[in-house]
């Protein structure tokens, strides 16, 4: 906590945007903490640090340009690597599973991978290798950073003004870490467990 609150207030306004642009979509920015760093800048405007009306534009700008930059490093950087590479290292069919995936669930899968850490970072780039439209991409984008950074801003804004979430600040951003991280550790074991029963029937045979 004492790391975050001193970066925050060290690079202010373009540290906040640099973070939760490569968190929402830059190939190694998975590691940065989008979910922690919007609720406790959020606790900060409440006190008084900072603006919530700079926050606002600040924290949805930097959430939309990076997806978008993720889903170009997909289309341009990543598909042009994959399709270098298939028959070597992957097959074509896992290209066309991407394309379909995304062509069907696209929608709903750009907008709730905002509130997932990790899956926010790399839907959009998994979203440019499977040639999503860009323009369905982009609707989705902008409503779902929207409603991410906004909803976790404006709660964190209005939490921060009670006593007990003052208190208690670095408990409750603990707390929003791990409980974000559940849905992507839950993902985990279902895959872990999926491959554990199939390798067992494989054995078995």
């Known amino acids: ?73 997909g289309a341009r950087l990543g598909r042009y690597f994959l399709e270098r590479h298939t028959g070597r290292f992957l097959k074509q069919r896992y290209l066309d599973d991407t394309e379909k995936f995304f062509a069907r669930y696209g929608r709903v899968a750009v907008f709730l991978a905002r509130f997932i850490p990790i899956i926010r970072t790399f839907t959009p780039i998994f979203a440019g290798i499977g040639e999503m439209n860009y323009g369905i991409f982009v609707i989705y984008n902008i409503v779902g950073g929207l409603f991410w950074t906004a909803g976790l801003l404006v709660l964190s804004y209005y939490l921060g003004h009670i006593s007990f979430v003052r208190h208690y600040t670095s408990f409750i951003i603990a707390g929003i870490i791990v409980v974000s991280l559940i849905p992507v550790a839950l993902s985990w074991f279902r895959v872990w467990r999926q491959y554990k029963q199939k390798n067992q029937s494989h054995g078995q045979q």
């Open 1 to 73: 906590m004492s790391l975050l609150l001193s970066f925050i207030l060290t690079f202010g306004y373009v540290g906040i945007f640099i973070v939760l642009f490569a968190e929402s979509g830059f190939f190694l920015g998975f590691f940065f903490p989008g979910d922690s760093l919007l609720f406790t800048v959020g606790l900060l405007a409440s006190a008084g640090h900072l603006s919530l009306a700079v926050l606002l534009p600040v924290a949805a700008l930097a959430a939309i340009s990076g997806d978008s930059f993720g889903y170009w490093t």
